[in-house]
């Protein structure tokens, strides 16, 4: 049986203490971080362990991989120590994606719905062309395919996230993808609505059927890299990956260019535009994070989403 480790814990927050943090804890040198917060949550009297943050003594950065072993951490073992904080209340990934993803399929059908009190000069018998049932169907099918993917196939490393940050999270798409879209494809005066262009709707349709088949292809493997509730990292390869470092949002911003050409919606330009902008930060991260795991044995991209651009 591995030896225990016996690890004095510090409020890394003096200011908003855990009032009830034990002076110190005894672990077994094999216990996981998320065994640590288990320990820590049940001793000092916090029902859900989700809400206990662990910090490298040193560093004093968090310790992200529930998984990994508290005694293969060279700093805490020489320290002998940990930082602890209390996180706040917490919510699971998943439902945070599902909530994220629900919006906008609750704002496009909303609006179709009221289009009548919604606009001045049409009456609940003004059809929607076939322009804006067309950019209707795009929307509905992606939010639909991210629910179904967040459900069945992404695996998240980490378990919940502040439920604070919900409104953060949800805002974007439910406002932007959304609320604005919405409101601007299904307008009687969008170009939507008075287009008459069957071969235009057909680029973009192509466009975005191509792009969400990639980009279902890509989750599928990345999914396939980590067995179920682990934190395991892989390199990923296949399909873009030699492209760039994670054409997923590659993918994801061609099938928004399908949406762009179909609907003819300068509402829908903007979301991608800032979809995109926060899609390349987080690629960088992963091209950051990629090369520091695996070293030589990451081929380094130049490109980490868009090809000669970024």
């Known amino acids: ?15 908003q203490p855990i009032r009830k943090l034990p002076a110190t804890i005894e ?6 971080v998320e065994d640590v917060k288990k320990i820590v949550a049940r001793q000092a009297g916090i029902s859900d362990f989700n809400r206990i943050g662990i910090f490298n ?17 060279a700093d805490v073992v020489k320290a002998k120590e940990l930082l602890v904080k209390d996180l706040g209340p917490q919510i699971a990934w998943k439902t ?9 399929i609750l704002f496009h059908v909303a609006v179709v719905l009221a289009r009548p009190y919604l606009y001045k000069g ?3 018998a003004t059809p929607l062309s076939d322009t804006q049932w067309l950019t209707f169907t795009m929307f509905i099918a992606h939010f639909v395919k991210r629910e179904f993917e967040t459900l069945f196939v992404h695996k998240f490393s980490a378990s919940t996230m502040p439920a604070r940050n919900i409104f953060k999270n949800c805002a ?7 609320l604005l879209c919405a409101y ?11 287009a008459n262009e069957p071969i235009v709707d057909l680029v973009g349709t192509i466009i975005f059927v191509l792009a969400e088949l990639a980009n279902a292809s890509v989750h599928l493997h990345l999914s396939s890299l980590r067995s179920r509730g682990g934190t395991e990292r892989k390199i990923p390869t296949g399909l873009g990956f030699s492209l760039v470092t994670c054409p997923n949002y590659l993918f994801e911003v061609i099938a928004w260019v399908g949406v762009i050409i179909a609907s003819r919606s300068w509402a829908v330009a903007l979301f991608i535009t800032i979809g995109a902008a926060q899609m390349v930060v987080w690629a960088k991260g992963k091209e950051r994070a990629y090369r520091k795991e695996f070293g030589d044995k990451y081929k380094k991209k130049r490109y980490v ?4 651009l970024v």
């Open 1 to 15: 049986m591995a030896a225990a480790l016996t690890l004095k814990l510090t409020n890394r927050s003096p200011k």
């Open 27 to 32: 672990v077994p040198a094999d216990a996981t």
């Open 57 to 73: 003594p040193t560093t004093i950065k968090t310790i992200k991989d529930r998984r990994a072993k508290i005694g293969d951490d």
């Open 96 to 104: 945070v994606f599902l909530l994220e993803y629900l919006g906008p």
């Open 122 to 124: 049409i009456t609940p």
């Open 172 to 178: 974007f798409y439910w406002i932007f993808s959304g």
């Open 184 to 194: 601007a494809v299904y307008s009687p005066t969008s170009l939507a609505a008075t």
């Open 305 to 308: 989403m868009l090809p000669g």
